[in-house]
Nanobody, 122 residues
């Protein structure tokens, strides 16, 4: 069983930045592709970004390309989402997810975090 705990969400003005972190339990973190998904108010959950177990491959959604960057630190069992130039439409609950031996991108995670709220004011 893998537990994922997100942190770093909050309220920010449009144009600002936030960095989300997701800490994972377990000793086989580098065997998991990791990703971020989000669920805007009243909408379905959507893919944001993913990174391979080694960190050598990444993929980001077109809606955030050039603004969001995913990275990971396997020594610390942590994956990050750096969000720059935030827009009000980025407002959502952001979820960390992991998939054992997953490819990038993926849409059927094995594990989900509890989510962290990101609110971007105009």
């Amino acid at each position: 069983q893998v537990q994922l705990v997100e942190s770093g969400g909050g309220l920010v003005q449009a144009g600002g930045s936030l960095r989300l972190s997701c800490a994972a339990s377990g000793r086989t973190f580098n065997t998991y592709a990791m990703g971020w998904f989000r669920q805007p108010p009243g909408k379905e959950r959507e893919f944001v970004a993913a990174i391979s177990g080694s960190g050598s491959s990444t993929n980001v959604a077109d809606s955030v390309k050039g603004r969001f960057t995913i990275s990971r630190d396997n020594a610390k069992n942590t994956v990050f989402l750096q969000m720059n130039s935030l827009k009000p439409e980025d407002t959502a609950i952001y979820y960390c997810a992991g998939k054992k031996w997953g490819t990038v991108p993926f849409n059927t995670p094995d594990y989900w975090g509890q989510g962290t709220q990101v609110t971007v004011s105009s």
